[in-house]
């Protein structure tokens, strides 16, 4: 079918939205709090892979201007995703703080267990 | 029973997504609208203009520093969130 | 407790990926790279000593002033070069007609490139030494000393 054709051509973009898919599920399953921030990462990387796909010319070369090249990638969505991954790297390390004030609090790094424990406490 | 529910609805979404994906430009094609416009004045002027022939460093430090200066206040303000997270509001000697 | 595997390890692949580091940041405006990736190398290498010498001699250890002048260094030098633009006459951060911009393709060209690139690197080497101490010491304890 048609469909199916065109899903195999942007096979890239079909891969990055698999991996969004499999970074939502771990972070929505899993009770640990360090995997819920994992399934975070995976999702910002699949979103990386989604935006440099879109910069892709059949042909090109890499943006680095030398003799002899007919037709370059395109180099704009690459410098796009710098300034993200530098956000992700922050965002990442700001939430393994507030795990480490999460687990001097109370004593453990289950979700459902600290949901209760402040139930308890607050009763 | 929670992660049937969390399954099905993913799937739901991920068929959503992938459905969205098939309606884009094809992979590759040199006439999608992403490469119109600011591309080739990117690649035609910048080694004229900058003196540098890495593309992508002429762009995020000539023709677009101040947003790379913005990243880099938020490389410092992560920093000072994490410190201010694990170290603040103690009275120190 | 010393480790005498780490030690040998560390000492032919300290200098190693810090000379790799300085080869991609010197070279950001010829080849793929440019100063993050360059920063979070040397900014490896800067952990790895710290975890190689962490339980030795406290002559070793990296203290917490140096990451600090590291990043604050790196964003003197990014601040700076963009006054220069307003001192000259021009707006903030040019390039153009303010610093030698050479010809394409050697290494002493294009201006405020390789002086900002270098800038970027010292600045996020210091961040993710910075952070890596931090999260490794683990902050004050509840009733207030570390």
Redesign the interface.
Known sequence: MDIIERLWANIYYLASVILFIIGFHTMLTHNNLLKKIMGMNIMDTSLFLFFVAIGYIRGGQAPILREGVVQYVNPVPSALILTGIVISVSFTAFALALVVLLHRQYGTIDADKIIALRSKRHA | MRKAITVVILLGIGVLFMLMVAEMPLYGDPNAPAHQGIMQKYIADSARDTGAINTIAAIIIDYRAYDTLGEATVLFVAVVAVTAALYGGYEHA | MHDMILEMLGRVLIPATQLFGAYILFH?????G???SGGTIIGASFIFYSLVYRFTAKKHRLKHETSLLF?VG??LI??GA?LVGILAGRH??T??GVFP?????RLW?????LL??LG?GA??AG?VF??FQ??LE???E?D?HH
């Open positions: 950001g405006h010829l080849s793929p440019g100063g993050f990043e790196g964003a990014y601040v963009g903030f951060l390039n153009q911009i050479g010809e394409p393709g060209s294009s201006g405020m490139i900002v690139t970027i600045k996020v961040t910075k952070l931090e999260l683990g902050g004050a509840p207030g």
